[in-house]
Nanobody, 123 residues
Framework: QVQLVESGGGLVQAGGSLRLSCAAS????????MGWFRQAPGKEHELVTA????????YYRPSVKGRFTISRDNAKNTVDLQMNALTPEDTAIYYC????????????????WGQGTEVTVSS
């Protein structure tokens, strides 16, 4: 069982930055690929970015490439999401998710989810 707790959301102006953090309670955190999903009002969950178990592999959806950076610290059981150059289109609830094994992009492939943290970007 893995419990995930996100933090770091908030209100920011367009062009600003936020850093989200996800703390995991897991005996073998390094066994899990980690993802950050988001859900905007009226829309489906979408994978923003994911990182492999070792941290050596990453995935970014095209709209955030070059602006967002995912990182993990397996010693501290944390995964962070640095978000720069935010736009109103980034407004959503952001969820941390974990799956055992390799990175996958579908929501259904992730076994464990945090409660979400809200990010609002004003224009």
């Amino acid at each position: 069982q893995v419990q995930l707790v996100e933090s770091g959301g908030g209100l920011v102006q367009a062009g600003g930055s936020l850093r989200l953090s996800c703390a995991a309670s897991a005996d073998t955190f390094s066994a899990y690929a980690m993802g950050w999903f988001r859900q905007a009002p009226g829309k489906e969950h979408e994978l923003v970015t994911a990182i492999s178990r070792s941290g050596g592999g990453t995935y970014y959806r095209p709209s955030v490439k070059g602006r967002f950076t995912i990182s993990r610290d397996n010693a501290k059981n944390t995964v962070d999401l640095q978000m720069n150059a935010l736009t109103p289109e980034d407004t959503a609830i952001y969820y941390c998710a974990a799956r055992s094994g390799m990175i996958k992009t579908a929501k259904e492939d992730y076994e464990y989810w945090g409660q979400g943290t809200e990010v609002t970007v004003s224009s």
